[in-house]
């Protein structure tokens, strides 16, 4: 992978180990293999959409991307920059350019803080504002997310849960971003508010000029708001493609399971749904081979379970990690 002018970030090998520890001495019993050798890379003002099951790696990449946990091995460029080899003081000017949504937004948010203090920390620690300049910035951001400022002085918990998301989306935007990753920005909400804070975040993209990565393992979402997929599983990328093509023809097994179970609001429209059989693996002890191929219901016996498949381009850019899609 190479980086051009439109690139914003570029991730290569990106691996997270966890060590398992227990017993005497808490001794290392083993490692899980959350985030095993991912590599993408996404452009400026464009949404990248990460999809998969619960437990396939896509929060802990969300987490690395900005370094809020340290990864193990691989490079991550921001603008060109190796965010992995920057030490404290070199890394906290460009966390101003990435910001992060998180999937609860009752537990984001110190109950101890007021919303003025909770969205206004960040011009705080990167000195960018103080006394009424910072309050009045802070005024006018919650303004853009539909919470009036009269409400700056309340707490938290005086919000419902969509109200609370929409301070996180405040603090994330306060320092003008260029890159935001939103981690289940919608699943904790109510159904009919979920679409307030998907076309909230859209306005806000097209306004401050951002760039979304959005995990989620709501596909209906993703398509919405994403121009490009990413299918993680078992801590590895199997599918990437451009949103139209990976909608209209997934070639992996597992990303054509995903797509099967997206509810369509049609009742007479029948849907070939393909049930997966059994549990993801655990990431401490992954398959040899082909990761899906214990639940795949179309793996070769002999190639899946011996042989790891590499991701390759079956054309227009459609990366596919499959023996049955390779050509």
Do not use: W
């Amino acid at each position: 992978m190479t980086m051009d002018l439109d690139t914003l970030i570029l991730v290569n090998n990106l691996k997270k180990l966890f060590p398992i520890k227990g017993g005497f001495l808490s001794k290392q019993r083993g490692t899980i293999h959350a985030v095993n050798g991912v590599s993408f890379q996404m452009n400026k003002n464009t949404n990248f959409g990460l999809v998969g099951e619960s437990g396939s790696g896509k929060t802990t990449i969300g987490k690395c991307l900005i370094r809020l946990i340290e990864p193990t091995e691989g490079i991550v460029e921001f603008e060109g920059v190796d965010i992995c080899k920057l030490d404290r003081a070199a890394l906290r000017p460009m966390r101003r350019e990435m910001q992060m949504i998180f999937q609860d937004p009752y537990a984001s948010l110190d109950p101890r803080m007021t919303v003025e203090e909770i969205v206004s920390e960040g011009l705080t620690i990167h000195n960018i504002a103080s006394g009424s300049e910072k309050k009045d910035i802070v005024a006018e951001v919650l303004r853009k997310v539909c919470i009036m400022p009269e409400d700056m002085r309340k707490y938290p918990h005086e919000f419902s849960g969509g109200q609370r998301q929409r301070i996180g989306i405040a603090r994330s935007l306060v320092l003008n971003p260029k890159l935001v990753i939103a981690d289940e920005p919608v699943s904790a909400l109510d159904v009919s508010i979920q679409a307030q804070v998907i076309n909230l975040m859209m306005e806000l993209q097209e306004e401050y000029g951002l760039s979304y990565i959005i995990i989620a393992h709501d596909l209906a979402v993703v398509q919405h708001m994403c121009d490009k997929i990413a299918v993680m599983y078992l801590g590895k990328i199997v599918e990437t493609a451009d949103a139209d093509v990976f909608y209209q023809s997934p070639i992996h097994p597992y990303s054509q399971s995903l797509l099967s179970a997206v509810p369509i609001p049609n009742p007479e429209v029948k849907v070939n749904r393909t049930i997966l059989k059994g549990d993801i693996p655990s990431p401490s002890k992954p398959p040899q081979g082909c990761a899906f191929h214990t639940r795949c219901p179309v793996r070769k016996p002999d190639e899946c379970k011996i042989l790891e498949p590499e991701l390759k381009d079956t054309g227009g850019g459609h990366l596919v990690a499959c023996h049955l899609g390779e050509k």
